[in-house]
């Protein structure tokens, strides 16, 4: 298995980790979605039908075992395919009528686990791991990120207008810059972008292929800013950014079905 | 006022919600049909308002080219005494 400049050999990254002869292991990460580093760790999953492992390490209650492969650490991470499925059947019954669903939907770790499978590599047998792969409902995880961020974008885009109108300038710099972000973020999940670390944002952005956006992105990320006026000029353009974005990844018809 | 050109304000955000478009300004909202949509989005201050109205009437050939021009003009200044929309 090669995973950008890495060299995996399959049966010594099944020895790494505790998995029964039934069981899917999958590796993923920013290593396998082409954003890695000379840093970065690798992610592998396990699913079982049940886990046994003995680790003090849980994330949001499941198992996790740290490991060193290749001179990388390792995160090994344990689920049941009981908890996979709930995790589906919760993904189909989300609803995406008001904002205040948002609470409802998949807990941060859930949504790793999602945007994981969804890039994920399979070490085992391809098969059951593609099935596992589409059990879930992608659009529904799309427009529960995108939906997830505009609601970030649309409370910061408040505070920064209030802090704006309060003339506290440095924080209404740093919030509406965070505004368009979420904006952006909302905008990369509507074009199929899941779970948009921060810290892999521009990537993401240049993935998307769109130079405009790109240069736009540089602008507001390195904005040059000097006096108090600048700051209330960067906050009007850098809103009215983010509206655009924010307008653009509500586009639904004819996604949705 | 035809003349002019109306751009959406920074602090304004579109929401769409339940299949509804509303636009949210603080504690305001205000919710907008298909034409209303039609015409916010084309406040983006390049267009005047007579070019608006000139798009709108593009799509609804069916209806009088004058009344569109003047239901235009009549919501954009709605907008504008909303806050909404300023022009330029």
């Not at chain 1, 070490?123 to 589409?134: K, M």
């Not at chain 1, 924080?171 to 779970?195: D, I, K, N, P, V």
């Amino acid at each position: 298995m090669i995973i950008g400049s890495l060299v995996l050999e399959e049966t010594a990254l099944l020895e790494l980790v505790d998995a029964k002869p039934n069981d899917v292991v999958y590796v993923s990460g920013s290593l396998v979605e082409g954003f890695g580093n000379l840093g970065s760790d690798l992610d592998v999953y396990v699913i079982s039908e049940k886990v046994t492992i003995d680790t003090p390490y849980f994330e949001h209650g499941i198992p996790v075992q740290v490991k060193q492969f290749a001179c990388r650490r390792v995160d090994v991470e344990y689920w049941t395919f009981a908890q996979v499925e709930q995790l589906a059947t919760r993904l189909d019954q989300l609803s995406f009528g008001s904002e205040t669903e948002v609470a409802t939907y998949l807990k941060i770790n859930e949504e790793d686990f999602v945007h994981r499978l969804k890039i994920g590599m399979p070490v085992t047998d391809r098969d059951v791991f593609q099935s596992i792969r589409d059990r879930f409902n992608y659009v529904a995880f799309r427009h529960s990120q995108v939906n997830r961020y505009l609601a970030k974008y649309s409370n910061m885009l408040e505070d920064a207008i209030g802090a704006l109108e309060s003339e506290d300038w440095e924080s209404s710099f740093w919030m509406s810059r965070s505004a368009w972000e979420f904006a952006l973020q909302a905008y990369l999940a509507f074009h199929g972008e899941t779970h948009i670390n921060p810290k892999w944002m521009s990537r993401k952005v240049v993935r998307l292929g769109d130079s405009t956006l790109f240069e736009k992105y540089k602008k507001f990320q390195r904005p040059q800013i000097q006096t108090e006026q600048d700051i209330a000029d960067y906050v009007e353009s850098c809103l009215e950014f983010a509206n655009d974005l924010a307008r653009q990844a509500q586009e639904w018809e004819g996604i949705l079905s | 006022m035809m003349d002019q050109k109306p751009k959406r304000h920074f602090t304004v955000q579109l929401r769409k919600i339940q299949n509804e478009t509303y636009l949210i300004c603080k504690q305001d909202v205000f919710k907008l049909d298909e034409i209303g949509l039609l015409i916010w989005d084309a406040c983006d201050g390049t267009r005047t308002v007579a070019e608006i109205g000139n798009q709108i009437s593009a799509r609804f050939t069916e209806v009088d080219a004058s009344e569109i021009q003047n239901d235009t003009l009549l919501f954009v200044n709605e907008l504008v005494e909303s806050g909404l929309v300023k022009l330029a």
